[in-house]
């Protein structure tokens, strides 16, 4: 069922799966690198630099700047599902810096995406497989969730206000099969994916998102649509998300493949799965933004 959907998103590359691991073996060299912008200079002279430049010019003109200090949950209105993360004395977790700006990273090319033309699937081990169109996921009913979100390059933003829907809405009205155990969310950039247990997948703060903070998601950050999950690393809220997939086994997406730690626990600092540091990650420029 994965395969077939990846091969949709991909109809020149029928092995997919393959074909977008292989691609994004070149592209993970520069993929997540966090880049001061006053190294800008010496962006320019680096493979992948065009796309990287234009992320620090943004950093810099951030609309998305916090001020002051972070909201608390108990600022929030009494309908909004609270992350329990938030609740923490310190909600920074290991390793972590506080970022008061929106960074933009991405491990390739931005995918241009209309809402014309977006699509959503559930699919793998249900009852009812389910297709949306951009107006059919609308018409879903709304959630908003107040939560922090904790990057693996060890930046954190944190009270981030998200709306979207809710994957426990998809879930009751596809009807997980008890033998799925897993989920795998894929993105529309070639056919991207990431891996996650149900019992981190179906907490109550994960939906799929449209809004951040009063504000549609733009392309840069993963709209029309990503998928938050926000008690995992931000590599689990899979920009552009187009689908999930349930399945009765898991099945570690591409990022996982690479060495990043299969599960992603920001508080058990789970970044890699063994002490051999992905390709591409570079500690000297894995700090805050």
């Known amino acids: ?26 592209k993970l060299q520069d993929s997540l690198r966090i880049i001061p912008f006053s190294v800008v200079t010496d962006i320019r002279q680096q493979p992948c630099s065009q796309i ?17 200090e972070p909201v608390e949950p108990s600022d929030v209105l009494a309908e909004v599902i609270i992350s329990p993360d938030t609740y923490r004395e310190n909600r920074i977790p290991p390793g972590q810096s506080r970022t008061r700006k929106w960074p933009v990273l991405q491990w390739g090319p931005i995918p241009e995406i209309s809402v014309e033309q977006w699509t959503f699937d559930v699919n793998g081990l249900v009852e009812r497989p389910l297709t949306f169109t951009w107006n059919q996921y609308r018409a879903l009913p709304r959630v908003k969730v107040f939560s922090d979100f904790h990057c693996v390059t060890r930046w954190s933003r944190l009270g981030n206000m998200w709306e979207g829907v809710a994957v426990s809405e998809l879930v009751a009205r596809a009807g997980i099969k008890p033998e799925a155990k897993f989920v795998i969310a894929m993105g529309n950039d070639d056919g991207w994916t990431t891996n996650m247990p149900l019992a981190d997948f179906l907490q109550s703060d994960v939906l799929l998102a449209d809004m951040h903070d009063g504000d549609p998601i733009n392309i840069e950050h993963g709209g029309p649509v990503r998928l938050v ?60 933004i």
């Open 229 to 288: 999950v926000p008690q995992l690393y931000a590599w689990k809220s899979a920009k552009w998300c187009r689908s999930l997939t349930f399945l009765d086994h898991d099945q570690p997406g591409l990022w996982e493949q690479q060495g990043y730690h299969n599960h992603g626990d920001p508080w058990l600092e789970e970044r890699f799965g063994s002490d051999q540091l992905p390709p591409g990650w570079n500690e000297d420029e894995a700090v805050a």
């Open 1 to 26: 069922m994965l395969h077939a959907t990846i091969g949709r998103i991909s109809p020149t590359h029928r092995d997919s799966t393959e074909y977008s691991f292989r691609k994004g073996n070149g």
């Open 52 to 68: 990287h430049f234009a992320e620090a010019i943004k950093l810099d003109h951030d609309p998305k700047y916090q001020a002051g």
